[in-house]
T-cell receptor, first 115, second 116 residues
Framework: EPEVTQTPSHQVTQMGQEVILRCVPISNHLYFYWYRQILGQKVEFLVSFYNNEISEKSEIFDDQFSVERPDGSNFTLKIRSTKLEDSAMYFC?????????????FGDGTRLSIL | AQTVTQSQPEMSVQEAETVTLSCTYDTSESNYYLFWYKQPPSRQMILVIRQEAYKQQNATENRFSVNFQKAAKSFSLKISDSQLGDTAMYFCAFFPSRYNNNDMRFGAGTRLTVKP
């Protein structure tokens, strides 16, 4: 069964550095998402992406964050000038189409540790 | 506010027994979609079951079933014949609007431990 894949599985970065988290959604999916889960807390929506543009973003997704689909297969989340509080698990998800009953398929996540 | 509340941070159950995880939510919409996701220690997010609010029949998937009470805005998950592999965090989630395909809201999660 096709899967959403995320790399790396664990990223350690110095505070203030930029980090790019990579995701390869399932190939025929059209809607893409990033979520964040701070250790021990709930999963929080960051951003959704469709037709090469952001559809919706949460208040967490400020100017520090950006997303890109550079080559038609990868979907990246860039965090500029990382802060300690950016340490979290970041999940990418995708779904095939606009039918809302279709569930999102999640990747295994990237654990981001900011030192 | 469109929120999801899971009031049980932790639960435990003996293997082969039945356990129910509770979830309540708040929305002003009349149709929406509800989901339960499982997050084992490996940290994946795995869809367990989903329910359309428009449908009165409770969804079932093998040992997993829901008790959906629309008027009470309650969406509990029942796990029958619990297995050790069911040990995980369980998140209740929903799309608060039939037409909002973007913003999935999650509860804080319930950590379930299945004991041998």
């Amino acid at each position: 069964e096709p899967e959403v894949t995320q790399t790396p599985s664990h990223q350690v970065t110095q505070m203030g550095q930029e980090v790019i988290l990579r995701c390869v959604p399932i190939s025929n999916h059209l809607y893409f998402y990033w979520y964040r889960q701070i250790l021990g807390q709930k999963v929080e929506f960051l951003v959704s992406f469709y037709n090469n543009e952001i559809s919706e973003k949460s208040e967490i997704f400020d100017d520090q964050f950006s997303v890109e689909r550079p080559d038609g297969s990868n979907f990246t989340l860039k965090i500029r000038s990382t802060k300690l509080e950016d340490s979290a698990m970041y999940f990418c998800a995708s779904k095939p189409g606009g039918l809302i009953e279709q569930p999102q398929h999640f990747g295994d996540g990237t654990r981001l540790s900011i030192l | 506010a469109q929120t999801v509340t899971q009031s049980q941070p932790e639960m435990s159950v003996q293997e082969a027994e039945t356990v129910t995880l509770s979830c309540t939510y708040d929305t002003s919409e009349s149709n929406y979609y509800l989901f339960w996701y499982k997050q084992p220690p490996s940290r994946q997010m795995i869809l367990v079951i989903r329910q359309e609010a428009y449908k009165q029949q409770n969804a079932t998937e093998n040992r997993f079933s829901v008790n959906f009470q629309k008027a009470a805005k309650s969406f509990s998950l029942k796990i029958s014949d619990s297995q050790l592999g069911d040990t995980a965090m369980y998140f209740c989630a929903f799309f608060p609007s039939r037409y909002n395909n973007n913003d999935m809201r999650f509860g804080a999660g319930t950590r379930l431990t299945v004991k041998p």
